[in-house]
């Protein structure tokens, strides 16, 4: 009976000690990010609030000139409606294209392994892709403009389009629209009462995907238009390199607007197809 | 029955028209890489000399040289962010829950961030604080973008594991380090090889954070050579053959991984 008791004790003591070892263990683990946390303030959260302090700086006192500046002056607006026009045209056109790909291979046994040819292209290093297409438009002995800007943004950012509008359309239950056309619809009323609306979470991670890196790429419309064409990123490089930091800054505030917006969107409508499109692409 | 035979067959012509239109340059510049030209032209006649003036074009050194720190960057880069990034998410998931929230969200800014937004942010941090150009602001540029993705990778497996089995290993007698080195890690594994394979991708293709960043110290990598050259001076045959390269490799790299991937995937299907 002592002995079992005093086994006993040992056993809680023990167990104690385990106990105690893991709270500390705990605590250790913990202090793994500590690090991390000292890196992301520096190296991300740093570098944006400078952004956001030089905006408002001129010449050292604050000042909200830079924002009026952007605001009045005509080639940094015909950037912004310019970089708006591109970006909204490329998204529609990727959508209308895009759609029935993804659609098609959603209905497809081997959609799966097909829509992986679809994204190959993406992973070649975008500028090697878009100076094949120019040499192409050359070639052929295309004008570089406004035209050319936009078909290589919609070669650049087509996959971008059709992996969550495939990763949506795959998702939905077939039952449903088997069920509407037992119920009498044709094929054409399912469609679009029952497969378009169930697929609105992809459309929407589509185009946040395709709109947003398209205003903000640096390097495609400068290189198809032969600069004649500035959108917004090849416009903050600009500025910068031009040393108008306060003016610069700005663009990247209204930049990193557009993404925020279009993350919350994202997050709204169902965060897990994106999620899982981005992992698809990597 | 002919309309839906009509319908199979035209979505198949669609799906073909469309991947036309995305392997069009590629394979234009693949064919006509072997024709030694600038233009798509077949008047100069089939030839490899595009292919000998990779070793043998007055640019070839800058290319070896690009090449190689495009290399040496990646391989610090992702070495750095792996370690770091993998220990700071068994950190991250160990903190309280608002606190993890917090650090989740901002671990998110890189990620959705466009590039040429962070890009201008690290050239006025760096110059602000008086970082040496070169080498130095370059790898911390390329570590403070990848981290973030071996973080994102490595999460979901930790979340995944099941918390007895670390227990387990310490009620077995092994002390914490050992439960680390010989249990979460073995268990992180397929995270953090992910999370390595992706800031390595990530690092080799960034173009516009190292264009911005590198300064004037002639430091180039592959993509900012690329652009500085052939922007200069337009695409010659000697491009023609690198791209062509580039092309092949990654294409069959991508592909024999994930039809692996594919044939791994139906494998555990079958099983079960």
Redesign the interface.
């Known amino acids: 009976m002592a002995k079992k008791i005093v086994l006993n004790a040992k056993y809680q003591n023990k167990n104690q000690k385990g106990k105690k070892l893991k709270k500390l263990f705990m605590l250790n683990r913990k202090v793994f990010s500590y690090p991390y946390i000292a890196f992301l303030t520096l190296f991300v959260i740093a570098p944006l609030l400078l952004i956001l302090i030089n905006a408002f700086l001129v010449n050292g006192t604050f000042s909200l000139q830079n924002f009026v500046n952007f605001f009045t002056e005509s080639t940094s607006l015909s950037t912004l409606s310019d970089s708006l026009l591109v970006g909204f045209v490329t998204t529609v056109l990727c959508i209308v294209i895009g759609y029935p790909v993804a659609y098609i291979l959603s209905k497809m046994d081997s959609g799966k392994v097909l829509v992986l040819l679809f994204v190959l292209p993406m992973w070649v290093n975008f500028l090697i892709r878009t100076l094949a297409t120019k040499t192409i438009f050359e070639s052929l002995g295309v004008k570089l403009g406004m035209g050319t800007v936009i078909f290589g943004m919609v070669y650049n950012y087509l996959p971008f389009m059709i992996l969550p509008l495939h990763t949506t359309l795959s998702s939905i239950d077939k039952s449903y629209s088997e069920a509407a056309q037992d119920l009498g619809a044709d094929s054409i009323t399912s469609f679009l009462n029952i497969t378009l609306p169930l697929s609105l979470p992809g459309i929407i991670s589509g185009i946040t995907m395709v709109f947003v890196p398209t205003i903000s790429t640096f390097a495609i419309s400068e290189l198809l238009s032969n600069n004649q064409i500035l959108l917004f990123g090849d416009s903050i490089n600009l500025k910068f390199s031009q040393d108008m930091y306060g003016v610069g800054s700005v663009m990247s505030i209204i930049m990193l607007l557009f993404v925020l917006i279009s993350n919350g969107l994202i997050n709204k409508f169902q965060g897990k197809t994106v999620d899982e499109a981005r992992r698809n692409l990597w | 029955m002919v309309k839906k035979n009509f319908i199979k067959v035209f979505?198949?012509l669609?799906?073909a028209l469309?991947?036309l239109?995305?392997?069009?340059?590629?394979l234009?510049?693949i064919i006509f890489s072997f024709f030694n030209t600038?233009?798509?032209?077949f008047k100069n006649g089939f030839s490899f000399e595009a292919y000998t003036s990779i070793f043998t074009s007055s640019k070839s050194i800058d290319l070896w040289n690009a090449i190689g720190n495009t290399a040496f960057i990646a391989v610090i880069a992702a070495t750095v962010s792996t370690v770091?990034?993998t220990?700071?998410a068994?950190?991250?998931?160990?903190?309280s829950k608002r606190t993890r929230r917090a650090?989740k969200n901002?671990?998110?800014?890189?990620v959705?961030?466009?590039?040429?937004?962070?890009?201008?942010?690290?050239?006025?941090?760096f110059s602000?604080f008086a970082f040496p150009e070169g080498y130095l602001r370059l790898t911390?540029?390329h570590?403070?973008f990848c981290?973030p993705?071996v973080?994102l990778n490595v999460m979901p497996q930790l979340t995944q594991m099941d918390p007895n089995i670390y227990?387990a290993a310490?009620?077995l007698g092994a002390n914490?380090n050992k439960a680390l080195t010989k249990v979460m890690l073995p268990i992180l594994k397929p995270g953090i090889i992910s999370g390595f394979v992706?800031s390595f991708?990530l690092s080799m293709?960034d173009?516009?954070i190292t264009?911005?960043n590198k300064g004037n110290t002639g430091i180039e990598t592959?993509?900012t050579f690329?652009?500085g050259d052939?922007?200069r001076k337009g695409?010659e045959p000697f491009?023609f053959a690198v791209?062509s390269i580039?092309?092949v490799l990654?294409?069959t790299i991508?592909?024999v991984i994930?039809l692996k991937k594919?044939s791994l995937k139906e494998n555990k299907n079958e099983k079960i």
């Open positions: 979505s198949k669609y799906l469309i991947l239109f995305l392997y069009a340059p590629v234009c510049i600038d233009l798509f032209t770091l990034g220990f700071s068994i950190g991250i998931f160990n903190l650090v901002i671990n998110q800014l890189p959705i961030n466009s590039e040429i937004v962070m890009a201008v942010s690290f050239m006025v941090f602000t911390l540029a570590i403070a981290t993705y973080v227990e310490l009620d914490p992706l991708t293709d173009f516009i264009q911005i592959l993509s690329i652009y052939a922007h695409m491009w791209f580039i092309f990654i294409l991508l592909l994930n594919s």
